[in-house]
């Protein structure tokens, strides 16, 4: 008996590099977003987490799936995806990086980045609803993140994860060079802990 495979009818790509081009953009059923984002140490990402948390709640209202790429696939679109995370999920930092990490991971935010999404989760918890500014609107709750694999092409996982935010056990840093600017800078890595199953 072959397993149900579960394939989205409409994408949505968040593209966050400011030189990759949208590939798809004219052949329709695709609906993307670009946001400019370097990967360097003076990019303030954070002034995007509220365009970028909008298209993905727009996406998962709507039942479609959502890519978020840049070019390595570590710092840019880990750091949105993690925003994004934190702010739909009221995940602190920490569980929604444990989270992205169980599925991918090479993650490695930049240290700026970093120091971004702490400032944003400090944001977070200090708004009565833990949802900055009007913007941004409730998504109906679907699954997380979706794993991808060569056998099933698409499949969706929900975790419930306890809160442990007062825990920074992934924050190493290691010195490394962005792959578009070669610029050497910081990167947050995870530490010797257990991810969550």
Request: aromatic share 10%; glycine share 6%.
């Amino acid at each position: 008996m072959a397993g149900v495979v579960c394939y989205p009818t409409s994408w949505y790509v968040l593209n966050v590099t400011p030189d990759l081009p949208n590939v798809f953009e004219g052949s329709g059923g695709i609906q993307y977003l670009q946001i400019p984002i370097t990967d360097h140490w003076s990019q303030d990402v954070a002034v995007y987490f509220p365009t970028a948390i909008q298209f993905i709640e727009e996406a998962r209202t709507k039942g479609a799936a959502v890519l978020v790429h840049c070019l390595a696939g570590v710092s840019r679109s880990v750091t949105v995806t993690l925003a994004y995370l934190m702010h739909a999920r009221s995940l602190c930092l920490n569980d929604a990086f444990s989270l992205v990490r169980s599925r991918k991971p090479d993650v490695s935010p930049n240290f700026h980045f970093m120091e971004q999404l702490h400032s944003f989760e400090r944001q977070l918890k200090s708004t009565p609803t833990g949802r900055p500014g009007s913007a941004v609107g409730d998504a109906p709750q679907q699954p997380l993140l979706a794993r991808t694999t060569r056998a099933t092409k698409y499949s969706c996982a929900c975790i419930e994860v306890e809160c442990k935010c007062m825990q920074t056990d992934f924050l190493a840093t290691t010195t490394g060079v962005s792959p578009d600017s070669g610029i050497e800078f910081d990167r947050w890595t995870p530490g010797d802990t257990e991810t969550p199953k």
